[in-house]
């Protein structure tokens, strides 16, 4: 008669048993997780996580054009400092159309990406895409050229205006003051084409009257349109002394011209400081360029972003020196 009473008793300590383990089995589970969370996560990486998630936060590129070769070193600046800081970057190629660029930008902003940083095709025609982006709420850096809509939060770059300076002075001193010009204009509209150009009168055509602009053309930052325009160049003016470039590209495809053509009395200067032109200038074939320093000013933009994401506050501009290059400190800056 007492045996179903035992029974009973066992069964009740057997369920009071496994109630126990369990709880300490998920206590300790539970413990582990956060112990393995805590140790997997870097700062850097936990830093690039949106709050609550695992998920990265993801940055929007709309970059000018990748067929230049300054543009491709810039991508690849922030590519480096996207994997260091675990982030995604979406880099979308505007091929210098800003109609092109427009249309990216909508597809970036419909994918709600945590930040844009814009590379600008257009000072005035890639201004819509900032709006776009803020009227989403996302934060926007744009980096190396600007737009004429200030509504972005942070340009990271360099004062375009001041390599057109650096360039007429160093004209100014190769040409002793005297001299026949052509300049090689940038994308017509694009914000270094104004300001590189504004810079360029100011420190040589107004300040030397000896100094004259013979002509002008777009070569639209292309090496090969440079060439060819370059080649009508110095069947027209003979006269002609130098070849201000607005980009080392250009620079570089009227070196080649002048070369061909075995014109060693015309100057040619250039500005970016990209690998080719810095060691033309070592030769002693390229007058001088003028160094931005892209891939600092990449890294920065990336940087800049992932603060502005976490609520950082910044400076409008952030802005990076250039360096005039000539054969006197041209080993300076070779391979870096």
């Known amino acids: 008669m007492r045996r179903p009473h035992h029974n009973l008793f066992k069964a009740s300590l057997l369920v009071l048993l496994l109630a126990l ?20 996560a870097s700062p850097v990486a936990a830093a690039a996580t949106k709050s609550g998630s695992s998920e990265k936060y993801k940055i929007g590129v709309a970059a ?10 810039l991508i690849e600046s922030m590519q480096s400092k996207a994997d260091e800081l675990a982030v995604e ?24 990406v945590d930040a844009l940083i814009l590379n600008s095709v257009d000072f005035v025609g890639s201004g819509p895409a900032v709006d776009k982006a803020k009227e989403a709420g996302i934060p926007v850096v744009e980096v190396i050229t600007f737009t004429k809509n200030e509504n ?27 001299g026949n010009v052509a300049l090689l204009q940038g ?10 150009g504004a810079g360029l009168k100011e420190s040589l055509f107004d300040k030397y009257s000896d100094v004259k602009l013979v002509t002008e053309q777009t070569a639209n930052w292309n090496r090969d349109e440079a060439l060819r325009i370059t080649e009508d160049w110095l069947q027209r003016f003979p006269e002609l002394n130098a070849i201000a470039a607005q980009n080392d590209e250009m ?14 009395d015309v100057i040619v200067a250039g500005i970016d400081g990209i690998p080719d032109a810095l060691n033309a200038v070592k030769d002693g074939r390229l007058g001088s360029t003028i160094l931005d320093n892209v891939t600092a000013e990449g890294k920065r933009a990336v940087e800049v972003a992932v ?10 501009k952030e802005l990076v020196d250039y360096v005039p290059i000539d054969k006197s400190n041209v080993d300076q800056y070779l391979g870096k």
């Open 64 to 73: 000018q054009g990748l067929s230049h070769e300054f543009i491709k070193a």
């Open 21 to 40: 383990i369990v709880g300490c089995s998920s206590k300790n589970g539970n413990n582990a997780g956060s112990t393995n969370n805590g140790d997997a």
């Open 251 to 264: 620079a570089m495809g009227a070196l080649q011209a002048v070369e061909a053509a075995g014109r060693k």
């Open 307 to 316: 603060g502005l994401i976490k609520g950082e506050k910044f400076d409008k």
């Open 89 to 112: 970057l979406v880099v979308m190629d505007s091929q210098d159309k800003i109609e092109t660029q427009l249309s990216q930008v909508d597809t970036l902003v419909a994918q709600k």
């Open 187 to 196: 994308q017509i509209g694009h914000s270094a084409e104004i300001t590189r």
């Open 152 to 178: 972005y939060d942070v340009f990271v770059g360099t004062d375009p205006k001041q390599s057109g300076i650096m360039m007429g002075e160093f004209l100014a001193k190769a040409l002793n003051g005297k």
